[in-house]
């Protein structure tokens, strides 16, 4: 590693402490984390104020990761052992026996042709079996899916876009951020 990527890691933790403990969420939620086996939570999380969960890509660039005040009560659900190529989490946070929460976090890389419309179509399968009724389902990330307009729930016409807006609406998931 160079010293201009490490002054650079160095200055994206410190934001990331800055996120953690000066604006005090409950939840945060990081896409692209570009984290490996090598960066350690501890190193993320110095006052150990979050339950950290982590799905590397152990590669260049993609990953996800969530931190969770220790507070608040988590179980990890295990969705991609038969797909470990997905970079997706997923916990519910259980707040009594009928009010629980079901997140998902995902990044989808900006992949194009068969190989996007592939790993689109594995992400929505580990939806439908992992998406509940007895909980609220909650999905956050990055799908790299800029042609979708969701006021209008239209989208371009590309088969990854078309397919990730027909099971979003289908399912009755609803757009939040709008920007």
């Known amino acids: 590693m160079s010293l201009i990527q490490c002054k650079k890691c ?5 934001e990331l402490h800055t996120v953690l403990y000066d ?10 984390t570009w984290l490996h086996t090598d960066v350690s939570s501890g ?16 590669g260049k660039g993609g990953g996800v990761c969530a931190f969770v005040k220790r507070n608040i009560n988590v179980m990890t659900i295990d969705i991609s052992t038969a797909f470990s190529i997905l970079e997706v989490l997923c916990f519910d946070v259980i707040f009594s026996s ?4 079901r997140f998902f976090v995902v990044y989808r890389p900006p992949y194009c042709g068969d190989v996007a419309n592939h790993y689109l179509q594995i992400l929505i399968n580990r939806f439908t079996q992992f998406a509940t009724n007895s909980k609220t389902n909650i999905i956050v990330g990055d799908f790299n899916c800029p042609g979708i307009n969701w006021n209008s729930f239209t989208s371009t016409n590309d088969i990854v876009s078309n397919s990730l807006l027909k099971y979003m609406v289908e399912s009755g998931f609803q757009q939040f951020v709008n920007c």
């Open 23 to 32: 604006e005090n969420f409950d939840m945060v939620f990081v896409t692209e």
């Open 98 to 101: 009928r009010d629980n929460l």
């Open 43 to 58: 190193l993320l999380d110095p006052k150990s104020k979050y339950v950290i969960l982590r799905k590397d890509r152990n």
């Open 10 to 14: 160095c200055e994206q933790v410190r």
